[in-house]
């Protein structure tokens, strides 16, 4: 590392673009300093009173009536040249031969009065010659009321109007040049970004592929900037604590699932024992929840380890098989059950287990709520897919994106652990298939499960041919 090529990302930026930021500003600068003095020496600039501001006040206030006579607006600028001048005076007049004064005309200039039509435009003084500022002005100006003439004292000041005027071709010229200097920079700093960053880059591109199913993995330091290295490096020190939480927490859900299996059936047992009634069909559903969760937890684990295996399964016998299974469940809480194929039989490469807790996932969540009414209908079309539709609220737009996610739950104190529909989304991408929310025949939730069909399947999700 050396001054002239530092690897620090501050130095880099700060040489670069200061140095086309210094020279874009002496640009600047010199601009400034020449807009100026051509002002100055034009006479823009100066420092005594505006000769024209009460002319352009009167010019404001001045209007007609209904019969077209001149009249006075009232007016902040007027009242304020009323009160700060002494003997405040002027005479307005059109060339139709009406006329507005107010105060008194000084002596000396009584005379011009008759002769106001041969004076276009004049700056009065005491004594002759060109004083400044003048004593008054003489100025035919266009007003609401029509193109007038008015003769005043030239006592008004510089207006912010006034100064905006003077100012305005100074500013755009100031635009320019700063527009001038933002484009350099846009233009440099890029380009020393991309070579400082290249190696935090390369680090952003590694953790785009973290994942939760990847354990172990690692951003580079390699050619990262070195201010930015222990922002890097504390990354991976909390993806490592990640990772082995993650772990820990994967174990001891497995394990907790091996764990209930064996009390749950006990359970189940014993309340199916039970006299019918409302208290045992609700137990009934619990316990279900149970089972099915524990399923949950522990196809998750087997799908981590990939242990799947791909045969030609008949989503016709299969969903048939889940819809069985399920019924009596869905009967006593209240629902139909409709099973409708296109066909009677639709093959594609998958594990047949892992389906089935898909599907079986799918139903359960319709059972849980669809409502406690209408009709659960579970369709197979020939095109490769089932679906499974409900009569209950729905989901809304902007929710069946999310509901795909892990531990999400349309509504706070549902049923459920949030885990069935991410579940049935990553069965459904190791088939090289997916979940999707579609439109349904009523108003309830429809989920589909869309298969690729064996022909068109990747090569790896195609059953191997049975040696016989």
């Not at 993995?217 to 930015?228: F, Q, W």
């Not at 490096?233 to 174990?251: Q, T």
């Amino acid at each position: 590392m050396s001054i002239r090529h530092p690897r620090s990302l501050k130095w880099r930026l700060v040489t670069r673009v200061a140095a086309t930021q210094g020279l874009v500003f002496a640009l600047l600068s010199l601009a400034l300093v020449s807009a100026v003095g051509a002002l100055w020496m034009r006479g823009v600039i100066s420092g005594g009173a505006y000769e024209l501001g009460t002319i352009e006040a009167l010019s404001a206030a001045v209007a007609r009536d209904a019969e077209g006579r001149l009249i006075l607006r009232p007016t902040p600028e007027l009242d304020r040249l009323r009160s700060e001048i002494e003997g405040f005076w002027f005479v307005v007049r059109d060339s139709g031969g009406h006329r507005l004064t107010e105060g008194s005309v000084p002596a000396h200039l009584e005379p011009l009065l008759p002769g106001l039509d041969r004076i276009g435009s004049a700056n009065l003084s005491h004594g002759g010659g060109n004083a400044v500022p003048p004593a008054a002005v003489v100025r035919w100006v266009d007003t609401a009321a029509g193109e007038v003439q008015m003769l005043t004292s030239a006592e008004g000041r510089v207006l912010l109007r006034h100064l905006v005027g003077v100012f305005v071709p100074m500013l755009l010229l100031t635009l320019l040049v700063i527009g001038l200097m933002t484009l350099a920079t846009l233009l440099v700093t890029p380009f020393a970004v991309q070579r400082a960053l290249a190696g935090l880059g390369r680090a952003a591109d590694e953790a785009e592929h973290i994942d939760i199913t990847r354990s172990g993995a690692r951003l580079s330091v390699h050619a990262v900037p070195i201010e930015i290295v222990p922002l890097v490096r504390a990354v991976n020190d909390a993806l490592a604590r990640l990772d082995r939480g993650y772990e820990g927490h994967k174990r001891f859900l497995a394990d907790a699932a091996h764990e209930l299996r064996t009390p749950i059936a006990i359970l189940t047992t014993r309340i199916s024992a039970l006299p019918p009634g409302p208290e045992k069909t609700r137990l009934l559903e619990d316990t279900t929840r149970l089972t099915i969760l524990t399923g949950q937890l522990l196809d998750l684990q087997r799908l981590d380890q990939q242990q799947v295996s791909f045969a030609t399964v008949d989503l016709v016998a299969l969903a048939e098989r889940a819809v069985l299974d399920l019924a009596p469940l869905a009967f006593a809480a209240g629902y139909e059950m409709a099973f409708e194929p296109e066909t009677e039989r639709v093959a594609v490469p998958g594990d047949e287990t892992a389906l089935e807790r898909a599907l079986t996932n799918l139903i359960q969540n319709a059972i849980d709520h669809g409502g406690r009414r209408g009709t659960i209908a579970v369709r197979v079309a020939r095109a490769g897919w089932i679906e499974v539709c409900d009569e209950g609220d729905g989901i809304a737009p902007n929710q069946r994106d999310q509901i795909f996610e892990p531990f999400h739950r349309l509504r706070q104190g549902g049923r459920g652990a949030g885990l069935g529909l991410d579940l049935v989304q990553r069965i459904m991408r190791l088939h090289g298939g997916h979940a999707e929310v579609v439109a349904g025949p009523s108003s309830g939730a429809c989920v589909r499960l869309v298969f690729p069909r064996e022909d068109r399947a990747p090569a790896h999700l195609r059953p191997h041919p049975q040696l016989t």
